[in-house]
């Protein structure tokens, strides 16, 4: 059951033009989310966050859009770098049952080309 | 100066084996966790840690462990390792749960034979 969904496992995008990774979340008490990039033998890093108060946030070429009736959100890179090029995790968390709840999507790995 | 600092990175052994995966952090955070990221790519949390406290227990099997003898550790064992072990760990320390951001270490990759 995968309640953080990263449905392109793949993206290709020119460098200098926008890029565009999409996450879905099937759980309505996420309130918070999250986006990690991952670069090949490394650990995941904090990219940029946004809280269920907020449908924006912005951070120099990052911005990070939240649609919560859709229980969706979209990473944006502009303009997109070769630097870019990684594995971007969106990650979803709030409380279930008296507990903190973290879960992770999958991944999708961005491919900027120069 | 790293942050997350995980060893081994590589660690191969064999089934049925105990091993042990350690965890530092020089942050000074009070939050730390374990993630396996399988070869599905799925990152999920196994465990978290609070001020030496466990506070998320996944569904892990109990062969799998985590010991935390102060704030800064956060060590990882495993018991009669099977194949389905074979997964990148990773550490990871924040200030707090959730909303805080989280700092993960490079990874050790586990292979069972």
């Known amino acids: 059951d995968q309640q953080v969904k990263q449905n392109s496992p793949s993206l290709s995008v020119q460098e200098g033009r926008i890029s565009i990774l999409n996450c879905d979340y099937t759980?309505?008490?996420?309130?918070?989310f999250l986006w990690y990039k991952k670069y090949p033998a490394e650990g995941p890093t904090f990219l940029i966050s946004i809280s269920s108060i907020k449908d924006k946030n912005e951070d120099g070429r990052f911005t990070v859009f939240l649609n919560k009736s859709a229980k969706h959100l979209s990473l944006h890179i502009v303009p997109s770098q070769p630097g870019d090029s990684a594995v971007y995790f969106c990650a979803a968390s709030g409380i279930q049952g008296g507990s903190e709840k973290l879960v992770f999507g999958k991944g999708t790995k961005l491919t900027v080309n120069p | 100066d790293t942050a997350v600092s995980q060893t081994p990175k590589y660690l191969v052994t064999q089934m049925g084996n105990d091993k042990s995966i350690k965890c530092e952090q020089n942050l000074g955070h009070d939050t730390m966790y374990w993630y396996k990221q399988d070869s599905k790519k799925f990152l999920k949390i196994m465990f978290s840690y609070n001020n030496k406290e466990l506070i998320i227990n996944e569904t892990v099997p109990n062969r799998f462990s985590p010991k935390s003898p102060d704030k800064a550790h956060l060590n990882l064992h495993i018991n009669s390792l099977e194949l389905g072990d074979s997964a990148v760990y990773f550490c990871a320390s924040s200030t707090g749960l959730g909303t805080s951001k989280q700092y993960f270490g490079p990874g050790t990759r586990l292979t069972v034979t």
């Open positions: 759980n309505s008490m996420f309130d918070y």
